[in-house]
Nanobody, 121 residues
Framework: QVQLRESGPGLIEASQTLSLNCIVSGDYITNRAAYWNWIRQPPGKGQEWIGAVDGTGSTHYNPSLKSRTSISRDTPKKRFTLHLRRVTPEDTAVYFC?????????????WGRGTQVTVTS
């Protein structure tokens, strides 16, 4: 029932800010039982949790990316947004949004199909 869809640029130049949206259907961003996560997977590497916004609007970030990351929500548009500042080619990855019961990565969560982001130098 819950569906998520990522959208944003497929290509971005290094040093710029990456902005990705996740559109939600079948649930509410304000669901107090839900965490709305961003996850990425670089080519040939494992998945990395970026951060989340929960149903109260509180944010949670991976310490390794916190200095460059912000996550916000727009409840009327049923959307939450990732901003990743000053990207480098190492940020090239498939980016996923998920809905789960906790901040982090779980195969039991609802997942978007992912969107490829390539950072050029």
């Amino acid at each position: 029932q819950v569906q998520l869809r990522e959208s944003g640029p497929g290509l971005i130049e290094a040093s710029q800010t990456l902005s990705l949206n996740c559109i939600v259907s079948g649930d509410y961003i304000t669901n107090r039982a839900a965490y709305w996560n961003w996850i990425r997977q670089p080519p040939g590497k494992g998945q990395e949790w970026i951060g989340a916004v929960d149903g109260t609007g509180s944010t949670h970030y991976n310490p390794s990316l916190k200095s460059r990351t912000s996550i916000s929500r727009d409840t009327p548009k049923k959307r939450f947004t990732l901003h990743l500042r000053r990207v480098t080619p190492e940020d090239t990855a498939v980016y996923f949004c998920t809905r789960g019961r906790r901040p982090g990565i779980s195969p039991d969560d609802y997942w978007g199909r992912g969107t490829q982001v390539t950072v050029t130098s």
